[in-house]
């Protein structure tokens, strides 16, 4: 049986979401879902809950890696919890453990995760139009290395519809 792929969305956490924001995390959820990839988050609220939500309800495999050390911190739209205990650098975690990465608005958070993926050359795409990280990235790269361009896209099934190209090319 082959390996499922796996898609990580980041974004603001509850701190820093809007209903906008988890409108749009939810519908990429969901496009995950039916991909029949596995989504992975950093397993708390806001954008990660949202997507969470979106996968859940469409049928698909949630995870959720989370900085803390127990399990009860994940929300409740997890299937599978992984509590890493490293605080913030869970970030490479989370990037090093998805095939390509899905980013929703977002914060320093964001951006230390998409770093992460940036340095370990994996696809990114974002949600040009969602703001924070997703915009001020969109349709460039990170640094002088050019490791990866960061593609700006419109909507959720672009954005699910470029990781897999990606990751099949």
Do not use: W
């Amino acid at each position: 049986m082959p390996k499922k792929r796996q898609i990580l969305v980041i974004g603001n956490n509850e701190n820093g979401s809007t209903p906008e924001l988890e409108e749009i995390a939810y519908a990429v959820g969901q496009e995950v879902a039916k991909s029949e990839s596995v989504l992975i988050t950093g397993g708390l609220g806001g954008v990660m809950s949202a997507a969470s939500r979106g996968a859940h309800d469409a049928g698909g495999l949630t995870v959720g890696i989370i900085p803390q050390d127990n399990a009860s911190f994940a929300n409740e739209y997890c299937d599978i919890v992984i509590p890493s205990g490293l605080g913030l650098a869970r970030d490479f975690l989370n990037a090093l453990s998805a095939d390509g990465v899905i980013v929703v608005g977002g914060g320093s958070g964001t951006l230390s995760e998409i770093c992460a993926a940036y340095m370990h050359k994996k696809p990114i795409v974002t949600l040009k139009n969602s703001g924070g990280m997703a915009t001020e990235y969109a349709d460039r790269y990170v640094d002088h290395r050019k490791n990866v361009k960061i593609v700006g896209v419109d909507t959720p099934q672009e954005a699910v519809r470029y990781i897999l190209d990606q990751i099949t090319a």
